[in-house]
């Protein structure tokens, strides 16, 4: 059974970088088709997708956050990593680490989220 | 802001039945496919179907998920108190290069 695990600080600046980390076990982080990706929900709010990487290091990002976000893995540690540079308050958030899968098809691209982590909360304040 | 457009809430007795829909454009429903996810009070979402249709082990056939054309619906039978939880569609968008959710929908079991 695929386990993952976000860690990180709980309290951020404004204006500084958000860091967090997402260690995976009960599985492998390079396996076939399979991404690893970060999706947040502010208090009270729906689901952002943030962005996801795959094991080869090839990322994609939301563009609502393309300018300030970085995603990385260390598939040696079996972790992947997100840094969200310039928070503000509204950055707030649950965030969550979840692995996903997708495959294009002719009638289209095939994704989902099947594995996810507790979530952390990060709140941006000074 | 979700490009999907659900319900923000729906509502039935027990043992009844709800419709749950997720509108969507060319760019991603109408040329993708459609996943749903039911977050409980508290816990991480769970991917509930995929695939327009599918059901991951252990997900009870009382949960359904269908897709035509730019809009896609998940339905729940027989619905139990349990069942009170948030649920979200999702899908990639072509134009956007990006995976986005609905806007949610709060399932209440009166």
């Known amino acids: 059974q695929v386990q993952l695990q976000e860690s990180g600080p709980g309290l951020v600046k404004p204006s500084q970088t958000l860091s967090l980390t997402c260690t995976v076990s009960?599985?492998?982080?390079?396996?076939?088709?399979?991404?690893w990706t970060w999706i947040r929900q502010p208090a009270g709010r729906g689901l952002e997708w943030i962005g996801r990487?795959?094991?080869?290091?090839?990322?994609n990002y939301n563009p609502s956050f393309k300018s300030r976000v970085t995603i990385s893995v260390d598939t040696s540690k079996s972790q992947f990593s997100l840094k969200l540079t310039s928070v503000t308050a509204a950055d707030s958030a649950l965030y969550y680490c979840?692995?996903?899968?997708?495959?294009?098809?002719?009638?289209?691209?095939?994704?989902?989220?099947?594995?996810w982590g507790q979530g952390t909360l990060v709140t941006v304040s000074s | 802001q979700s490009v999907l457009t659900q319900p923000p809430s729906v509502s039935a007795a027990p043992g009844q039945k709800v419709i749950i829909s997720c509108s969507g454009s060319?760019?991603?429903?109408?040329?993708?496919?459609v996943s749903w996810y039911q977050q409980l009070p508290g816990t991480a979402p769970k991917l509930l179907i995929y695939d327009n249709n599918k059901r991951p082990s252990g997900i009870p056939d009382r949960f359904s998920g269908s897709k035509s054309g730019a809009s896609a619906t998940l339905g729940i039978t027989g619905l139990q108190t349990e069942d009170e939880a948030d649920y979200y569609c999702g899908t990639w968008d072509g134009s956007l290069s990006a995976s986005v959710f609905g806007t949610g929908t709060k399932v209440t079991v009166l």
């Open positions: 990487i795959y094991p080869s290091g090839s990322t």
């Open positions: 009960g599985g492998s982080i390079s396996s076939g088709s399979n991404y």
């Open positions: 979840a692995r996903g899968s997708s495959r294009i098809t002719v009638f289209g691209v095939e994704s989902r989220f099947d594995y």
């Open positions: 060319s760019s991603n429903i109408g040329n993708n496919y």
